[in-house]
């Protein structure tokens, strides 16, 4: 079969960002001007100028819509209450991978299990970089999972793909803190699925917890199908086992130390199922399609419950049973196969598994017509292997290689006998993921493909050390040089982090810069060791291994329907500096022209005005929000009057993600000696953290001040409540609505059910001595309750709320003397901590005897049978909290601006100082530059463990290149 004649147009070596702007240049200065693959006689008639104008909707489209790229480095891969997380964040333009203009504001939060978030920071960028830290108070943060993003407002644009988002379990440790290993063996017993569980527990010192009583639920979700009471044996070990339902792929097992002298242990422990029955196994075609009587070769993945590949094999039969190829993994669940569908035919693969199990799954329907587009990336070649094949015997076509959504190829070309084979420079991309595109004639794309070109072009860190090995409390220092292949001498900034071995186990397979920014960033869905594929590939067997990914995993990026549709205007506006924007209007709502809009602040003192446009809107720029910011924004009409004129401010409106359930196992379960040691030292942290003064410690003195809510109307007396909320803490709680306030602030406030029938037997019941019973707690979400037989409580005692002395039900009472639960629940969210000026809540007879008699005077009702809560707003009119007219109280998210890292200096003089140094985190620096030749030095000190320090190191120099490095040090001993 013959090629198509072609000739190259242009064909620029890749070189990173500098190679980008060069090529941008080329395309500007010689255009019509892509490296094509040209048919001399085109039946189809497709032009040059058709094909650059293809690219050029392409790079047209990037240019309106660019897309950003994050990566976080931590100090360490996980953590524990009492502990800070620093970070250095690198924002980057995706295409040319050099700093992001389009975003100065950068949003991280950590979010629990139920995707409330319990942290959110502001962080300024500049030049692409900031770097911060989350204090991990465990007032403030309860032990459990949690996930952590980061992202700018720009990012939401193009979806949760590509937010960076980071699982871990933060635990809160103690002394006599249990573990447990668990095995568990799932067999199918008479048809019925059954698991063997065997959890071993023991202490901290490796001791087994011998002859416990416990409770053991297993549940599904939050539904409990099994109880049991258990004892450990002298070995501390346990054997449970039970029967499986057929859906069933996660459980969590909730285990209780009962005995009455027991220590009030509870270990959560979530289990996968990992039923060979339950195997995803997917069968993804080449280009896309089955098509009859064109050779395929197919990629399959096999993934378990726990979302990790596992191994597979099988054979593909045909309708008749005949027996056309065979597959098995060759590596985390993945592999490929070769063979010709026919046509009429469908095809089913059966799945040899463990425990001499089978199973069938169908491959693809087979397309009656249609193109196959083959990629052939060959480790050493220079040209990556083009072959497009079809089942019509000619056509014109265009072919289009992007990476990082620039066009670096692009070709037209016809078939010759069903068949075309092109060669592609890999020369023509940067190092990273190229997507290649075949359309048809009509520009409609028929079958994509992606490979990674790998240039080997990372930068090259050395760190040499000043000594071969070190002391404890030894002076450590580090000359550091950069290069690029050519070992030319880079100027880039990096991060580093130094960790105790002993404590933190370090990931040489795990996402690092390089892999975030060339390869995972582009992908869908969890890639499992990723820095895998980086490794010595001298065989070239991880570049097949890679390739295989790429050919059974999803990718993002642009969608050529929004390349050829009209321009959409993105929902979420870009953010290049913090502003404060709004609007002003009249009482009809108005726009109005030409207003004056002063904005005042105590701190920073602020005293600026602006004016609004011509669609009543205003910006105020330059203004850094520190601390707890408070802006006074007031609007004047052109009598310089506040009358009948309404200003608002576009607030922050916090993203909805999806809260996709990702177990996390807690840190007590399955432990290594490495994460024991972290815990076991972090107690000891906590107990050396006083400050010795003479060999005693300083015993902390804590005095703690009445809190009065000025202005309320308890009726007690300000601050006379079981619970006071006051202004300070009101600040800190920013944008918190009042129902979120009540839920994390007040001890035992929770939403009940008012029955009408009796319950079912599963749920747990609370008799109320003057009320009917009502549900506090509802396990098995059995009963379906109308919302406005919902009350609040407050230690099961049902809630009155009095707002400025006001009950709330005299603005939206819908009977007798109480509102609907869904209206109380509709104003709690409607109302936030900006609104008010603190909240007390009365729910002992102590507090509650005065209210009463004045707020609920029915017979027979005792001040032990319900509380009130007071709270007071800033306007102090009551239920109806309003604004003053032309005025707005603006409370925006603070920058969270970075602490320094505490690096101790020791002198010979206090090496023998009494308090022990066992940081897991020996030393961070978030920002460290290299100078003109490349070179740069840290210094620090090692602390009071012996054994052996990772340095890593990682970075950019902002052009498209990266560098990502670790070394391991030695410390003996004194």
């Known amino acids: 079969?013959?090629?198509?004649?072609?000739?190259?147009?242009?064909?620029?070596?890749?070189?990173?960002?500098?190679?980008?702007?060069?090529?941008?240049?080329?395309?500007?200065?010689?255009?019509?001007?892509?490296?094509?693959?040209?048919?001399?006689?085109?039946?189809?008639?497709?032009?040059?100028?058709?094909?650059?104008?293809?690219?050029?909707?392409?790079?047209?489209?990037?240019?309106?819509?660019?897309?950003?790229?994050?990566?976080?480095?931590?100090?360490?891969?996980?953590?524990?209450?009492?502990?800070?997380?620093?970070?250095?964040?690198?924002?980057?333009?995706?295409?040319?991978?050099?700093?992001?203009?389009?975003?100065?504001?950068?949003?991280?939060?950590?979010?629990?299990?139920?995707?409330?978030?319990?942290?959110?920071?502001?962080?300024?960028?500049?030049?692409?970089?900031?770097?911060?830290?989350?204090?991990?108070?465990?007032?403030?943060?309860?032990?459990?999972?949690?996930?952590?993003?980061?992202?700018?407002?720009?990012?939401?644009?193009?979806?949760?793909?590509?937010?960076?988002?980071?699982?871990?379990?933060?635990?809160?440790?103690?002394?006599?803190?249990?573990?447990?290993?668990?095995?568990?063996?799932?067999?199918?017993?008479?048809?019925?699925?059954?698991?063997?569980?065997?959890?071993?527990?023991?202490?901290?010192?490796?001791?087994?917890?011998?002859l416990k009583d416990m409770e053991l639920d297993v549940r599904d979700g939050k539904k409990i199908w099994y109880k049991s009471k258990i004892q450990t044996k002298m070995d501390g070990s346990v054997d449970v086992g039970f029967a499986l339902k057929s859906n069933t792929k996660q459980l969590t097992l909730i285990v209780r130390d009962v005995n009455k002298a027991g220590e009030g242990h509870q270990l959560v422990i979530p289990v996968a199922l990992n039923r060979p029955q339950d195997i995803d196994l997917q069968f993804m075609p080449e280009g896309g399609s089955l098509v009859t009587g064109l050779p395929a070769y197919i990629g399959f993945k096999a993934i378990n419950a726990d979302g990790e590949?596992?191994?597979?094999?099988?054979?593909?039969?045909?309708?008749?049973?005949?027996?056309?190829?065979?597959?098995?993994?060759?590596?985390?669940?993945?592999?490929?196969?070769?063979?010709?569908?026919?046509?009429?035919?469908?095809?089913?693969?059966?799945?040899?598994?463990?425990?001499?199990?089978?199973?069938?799954?169908?491959?693809?329907?087979?397309?009656?017509?249609?193109?196959?587009?083959?990629?052939?990336?060959?480790?050493?070649?220079?040209?990556?292997?083009?072959?497009?094949?079809?089942?019509?015997?000619?056509?014109?076509?265009y072919l289009t290689g992007q990476s990082r959504g620039i066009v670096c190829y692009a070709s037209a070309f016809n078939l010759v006998d069903h068949v075309a084979r092109l060669k592609v420079a890999k020369a023509a991309f940067p190092t990273g993921i190229a997507r290649f595109t075949l359309l048809n004639g009509e520009e409609r794309p028929l079958n994509e493909r992606i490979a990674f070109i790998n240039h080997h072009d990372n930068l090259q860190i050395d760190i040499k050390p000043d000594k071969p090995s070190y002391k404890t409390r030894d002076s450590i220092a580090f000359a550091i040089h950069v290069s690029d292949k050519n070992r030319n001498p880079v100027k880039?900034?990096?991060?580093?982090?130094?960790?105790?071995?002993?404590?933190?186990?370090?990931?040489?397979?795990?996402?690092?810069?390089?892999?975030?920014?060339?390869?995972?960033?582009?992908?869908?869905?969890?890639?499992?060791?990723?820095?895998?594929?980086?490794?010595?590939?001298?065989?070239?067997?991880?570049?097949?291994?890679?390739?295989?990914?790429?050919?059974?995993?999803?990718?993002?990026?642009?969608?050529?329907?929004?390349?050829?549709?009209?321009?959409?205007?993105?929902?979420?506006?870009?953010?290049?500096?913090?502003?404060?924007?709004?609007?002003?209007?009249?009482?009809?709502?108005?726009?109005?022209?030409?207003?004056?809009?002063?904005?005042?602040?105590?701190?920073?003192?602020?005293?600026?005005?602006?004016?609004?446009?011509?669609?009543?809107?205003?910006?105020?720029?330059?203004?850094?929000?520190?601390?707890?910011?408070?802006?006074?924004?007031?609007?004047?009409?052109?009598?310089?009057?506040?009358?009948?004129?309404?200003?608002?401010?576009?607030?922050?409106?916090?993203?909805?993600?999806?809260?996709?359930?990702?177990?996390?196992?807690?840190?007590?379960?399955?432990?290594?000696?490495?994460?024991?040691?972290?815990?076991?030292?972090?107690?000891?942290?906590?107990?050396?953290?006083?400050?010795?003064?003479?060999?005693?410690?300083?015993?902390?003195?804590?005095?703690?001040?009445?809190?009065?809510?000025?202005?309320?109307?308890?009726?007690?007396?300000?601050?006379?409540?079981?619970?006071?909320?006051?202004?300070?803490?009101?600040?800190?709680?920013?944008?918190?609505?009042?129902?979120?306030?009540?839920?994390?602030?007040?001890?035992?406030?929770?939403?009940?059910?008012?029955?009408?029938?009796?319950?079912?037997?599963?749920?747990?019941?609370?008799?109320?001595?003057?009320?009917a019973k009502f549900i506090i707690d509802d396990e098995d979400e059995t009963t379906v309750i109308d919302k406005d037989q919902y009350w609040y409580y407050v230690n099961s005692k049902p809630v009155k709320f009095i707002i400025d002395g006001i009950p709330l039900y005299k603005i939206m009472s819908i009977g007798a003397n109480e509102p609907a639960i869904g209206n109380i629940t509709d104003y709690l969210n409607a109302h936030s901590a900006e609104d008010i000026k603190g909240i007390e809540v009365n729910s002992s007879a102590k507090y509650t005897s005065r209210y009463l008699p004045v707020f609920w005077a029915s017979k027979g009702i005792t001040p032990s049978d319900l509380a009130f809560i007071e709270i007071t707003t800033r306007s102090g009119g009551g239920p109806g909290i309003g604004n003053t007219p032309g005025t707005y109280l603006y409370k925006p998210l603070p920058f969270s601006l970075p602490k320094q890292f505490y690096t101790p200096r020791y002198a010979v003089k206090n090496k023998d100082i009494t308090v022990k140094d066992y940081r897991s985190t020996i030393y961070w620096q978030p920002n460290l530059v290299t100078d003109n030749r490349g070179n740069a030095t840290v210094s620090f000190y090692s602390a009071d463990i012996k054994g052996s320090y990772t340095v890593t190191i990682e970075g950019t120099d902002w052009n498209g290149y990266f560098g990502s490095k670790k070394l391991v040090i030695n410390i003996s001993g004194k």
Request: charged share 20%; net charge positive; glycine share 6%.
């Open 1 to 210: 079969m013959n090629n198509p004649d072609t000739r190259s147009i242009f064909n620029v070596p890749a070189k990173g960002a500098i190679w980008v702007a060069k090529y941008l240049r080329h395309i500007i200065l010689t255009a019509p001007a892509v490296s094509m693959l040209f048919c001399s006689a085109s039946a189809q008639n497709i032009s040059r100028d058709s094909l650059v104008k293809l690219t050029a909707a392409v790079d047209t489209f990037r240019n309106i819509h660019p897309i950003e790229k994050l990566y976080l480095q931590f100090d360490k891969p996980y953590y524990s209450l009492g502990d800070t997380i620093w970070f250095k964040a690198y924002l980057f333009n995706a295409a040319y991978l050099t700093p992001s203009a389009k975003s100065g504001l950068l949003y991280i939060e950590l979010t629990n299990d139920s995707d409330k978030v319990v942290s959110r920071q502001m962080l300024p960028v500049a030049n692409g970089m900031s770097w911060g830290n989350i204090t991990l108070d465990a007032k403030e943060i309860p032990e459990g999972s949690y996930t952590l993003r980061a992202y700018t407002n720009w990012m939401l644009n193009f979806g949760e793909d590509y937010i960076l988002k980071k699982r871990f379990y933060l635990g809160n440790t103690i002394q006599n803190s249990w573990l447990v290993n668990t095995n568990i063996k799932l067999l199918n017993e008479a048809g019925t699925d059954k698991a063997h569980l065997n959890l071993q527990f023991y202490q901290l010192n490796k001791l087994p917890v011998i």
């Open 309 to 397: 590949g596992t191994d597979v094999e099988g054979v593909i039969y045909d309708s008749e049973q005949h027996e056309v190829a065979a597959f098995k993994t060759i590596h985390k669940g993945m592999g490929t196969f070769y063979f010709t569908p026919l046509a009429g035919e469908s095809y089913t693969a059966k799945v040899t598994l463990p425990g001499n199990l089978t199973k069938i799954y169908r491959l693809p329907q087979v397309q009656n017509g249609g193109t196959v587009l083959k990629v052939r990336n060959i480790a050493g070649a220079d040209s990556l292997a083009i072959t497009v094949t079809a089942s019509q015997p000619n056509g014109s076509y």
């Open 492 to 771: 880039a900034n990096f991060s580093i982090s130094v960790t105790d071995d002993s404590q933190v186990k370090t990931d040489s397979t795990g996402n690092n810069i390089i892999t975030k920014l060339l390869l995972t960033s582009d992908l869908k869905g969890n890639i499992e060791e990723p820095g895998y594929y980086f490794g010595n590939d001298a065989d070239g067997r991880l570049t097949q291994q890679l390739d295989v990914l790429l050919l059974t995993q999803g990718w993002v990026g642009y969608n050529w329907k929004d390349i050829f549709s009209p321009q959409k205007k993105e929902l979420f506006a870009a953010e290049p500096e913090f502003t404060i924007k709004g609007s002003v209007a009249n009482a009809f709502n108005k726009p109005l022209k030409n207003n004056h809009v002063l904005l005042f602040s105590k701190k920073p003192a602020l005293l600026l005005d602006t004016v609004t446009d011509m669609n009543g809107r205003f910006i105020f720029k330059n203004v850094v929000p520190l601390d707890t910011p408070v802006f006074l924004l007031q609007a004047r009409n052109r009598n310089g009057k506040s009358f009948n004129v309404g200003v608002t401010v576009d607030e922050f409106k916090p993203p909805i993600f999806n809260n996709k359930a990702e177990s996390v196992l807690p840190w007590y379960v399955n432990s290594d000696s490495t994460l024991t040691n972290y815990v076991k030292t972090n107690i000891i942290t906590k107990t050396e953290r006083e400050k010795l003064i003479g060999g005693h410690a300083l015993k902390e003195v804590v005095i703690k001040a009445k809190k009065i809510i000025k202005d309320s109307q308890n009726l007690n007396g300000p601050g006379n409540a079981d619970v006071v909320i006051d202004e300070q803490e009101l600040e800190k709680a920013g944008k918190k609505t009042f129902l979120e306030l009540l839920q994390e602030k007040v001890p035992g406030f929770k939403v009940g059910f008012m029955l009408l029938s009796p319950p079912p037997v599963s749920q747990k019941v609370v008799e109320n001595r003057r009320f």
